[in-house]
């Protein structure tokens, strides 16, 4: 079965710090790969997606970015963290191929991200 | 653009009772939609999809509805529970993503 990991499940950042934080999932092969962010109260907004290794789109400008280095891992950063940056971060992946827009999204238990 | 949207305003309703989330789109029918279920502090996770050629979809207690004319999904659970207590999200289909809508938190009281 498959099965997807974030890590760390919380973290305080000072404002101006980097961020890295990693996703993996277990268990299928060539997944799209999803980065959300959920403020307090809010829905979801999606900040990045990926259909391979190393291909990357960015749905909205800021100071994140986001890598995929191997099939199943997908990495989100900052290289200075902001204020705003506060939220519940939340990797997800589907079927990939080109059907994939039809697909269900499986959710990780998230990070919560707290930028003082 | 394409919207997802769906009440920000809580729904409260009895044990027991029918709970009905609504979902609205914009422009054109998306191919599907489908319903996820959040909990606080989790991920959401995935209930039902329904195709834009079904009128409708049951699971259990769960039942999904898809109106192109109304440009509206309406998700009812049936005999609610405590524990039925959540976030509801609807979702469209996109190029390689899904939109989502907001949510609507539905608390069910005993």
């Known amino acids: 079965s498959q099965t997807i990991h974030q890590w760390p499940a919380t973290l305080v950042q000072p404002v101006g710090s980097p961020l890295s934080l990693e996703c993996t999932v277990e268990g299928t092969s060539n997944p799209n790969l999803y980065w959300y962010r959920q403020a307090a109260g809010r829905g979801l907004q999606l900040l990045f997606y990926?259909?391979?290794?190393?291909?990357i789109s960015s749905e909205v400008p800021q100071n994140l970015s986001a890598s995929r280095p191997q099939d199943r891992q997908f990495i989100l950063s900052s290289k200075k963290l902001l204020l705003s940056d506060s939220g519940f971060y939340l990797c997800?992946?589907?079927?990939?191929?080109?059907?994939?827009?039809?697909?269900?999204?499986?959710f990780g238990p998230g990070t919560r991200l707290l930028v003082l | 653009s394409q919207k997802i949207e769906q009440n920000s305003e809580a729904l409260n309703i009895q044990e027991g009772k029918t709970a009905t989330l609504t979902c609205n789109y914009t422009n054109y029918s998306p191919a599907y939609l489908q319903w996820y279920r959040q909990d606080p502090g989790r991920g959401p996770v995935f209930l039902l999809l329904i195709r834009e050629n079904e009128k409708e979809k049951r699971k259990e207690r769960l039942k999904v509805t898809f109106d192109t004319t109304l440009k509206q999904s309406l998700f009812h659970i049936t005999a609610s529970q405590p524990a039925d207590s959540a976030t509801y999200l609807c979702a469209r289909g996109g190029f390689q993503k899904l939109v989502f809508g907001t949510g609507t938190r539905l608390l069910v009281s005993p």
């Open positions: 997800a992946w589907s079927v990939g191929g080109l059907a994939a827009y039809q697909e269900t999204q499986y």
């Open positions: 990926s259909v391979g290794i190393g291909q």
